[in-house]
């Protein structure tokens, strides 16, 4: 009589299989865990330009009549007296310090009367990219915007 073997355990095709898709699943979890910490980062560098803007634009608000009137391209560039390098707790800083940030703020007159003023205050990160500073990346800037009366209301 014939007897019969039954398998046991796996062939080593079986066990090359497993073990890769068991790294590809852990390099795929790499990857995503990088992203995480990456987008991390950026959304507190966003919190943190928040903060920063919402603490001028109190300032300006708060004495906005006797704001001076702004260049037109305040926002844009460095315009004397509309900008400022703070760091992460808003003190003064300069450009090659860490963890800078360029504040720049706009006072313009809305409509024909002078009484009526648009405030705006962007603020963005400082980077060091291949040695050379970037300030103002316009991909994590905030900026906010707020009407406001020289007259009381």
């Known amino acids: 009589m014939r007897r019969l073997y039954v398998e046991r355990g796996t062939t080593l095709v079986e066990a090359v ?5 068991l790294a590809g699943a ?6 995503l865990s990088a ?3 990456r987008t991390a980062a950026l959304a507190r560098e966003r919190s943190v330009a928040a903060m ?17 009137l702004s260049p037109g ?9 509309f900008f400022e390098y703070v760091n992460v707790r808003g003190e003064a ?7 800078v940030f360029v504040r720049r703020w706009a006072v313009t007159p809305m ?8 405030v705006q205050v962007d603020v963005a990160p400082c980077r060091n990219t291949h040695g050379a500073g ?3 990346d316009t991909t994590t800037h905030v900026r906010l915007a707020s009407v406001r009366s020289r007259v009381a209301w």
Do not use: F, N, W, Y
């Open 52 to 68: 920063l803007a919402l603490q001028k634009m109190e300032a300006m608000c708060r004495d906005v009549h006797t704001a001076a």
């Open 134 to 136: 970037r300030c103002g």
């Open 93 to 99: 800083a300069g450009e090659a310090d860490g963890s």
């Open 73 to 81: 391209s305040a926002l844009e560039s460095d315009a004397p007296g």
């Open 111 to 118: 409509g024909a009367g002078a009484d009526l003023l648009a």
């Open 35 to 37: 992203q995480a910490v």
């Open 17 to 21: 299989v497993a073990i890769g898709l």
């Open 26 to 31: 852990v390099i795929v979890l790499a990857g």
